[in-house]
């Protein structure tokens, strides 16, 4: 099994940035992709950054410039978030992807508010 804990979201003002982390534990040495999703009131869950094993990231186009997803020693990811418009406003989900068996986790998620 694979946990995931995010942590660092928070309110911020429209142009401001925050700094989401998820620790991830437990049998991580399978893992082949990170990413981050986010899900607001009325809407379905989407992806917003994922980086792989070989360091290759996707960003969605929204987030694109302003969002950078970063991963350390394969284990604890990272999502940078800057320049934030009150429509990033959502709670943000940390996921893992293993190969072997293949499987799929999920963190709590952390609600990231902007707002004046």
């Known amino acids: 099994q694979v946990q995931l804990v995010e942590s660092g979201g928070g309110l911020v003002q429209p142009g401001g940035s925050l700094r989401l982390s998820c620790a991830a534990s437990?049998?991580?040495?399978?893992?082949?992709?990170m990413a981050w999703y986010r899900q607001a009131p009325g809407k379905e869950r989407e992806l917003v950054a994922k980086i792989f094993s070989n360091g290759h990231t996707v960003y969605e186009d929204y987030v694109k410039g302003r969002f950078t997803i970063s991963w350390v020693n394969k284990k604890d990811a990272f999502l940078q978030m800057n320049s934030l418009k009150p429509e990033d406003a959502a709670v943000y989900y940390c996921n893992a992807v293993r190969t072997h068996p293949y499987a799929r986790f999920w963190g709590q998620g952390t609600q990231v508010t902007v707002s004046s």
């Open positions: 437990g049998v991580i040495s399978e893992i082949y992709s």
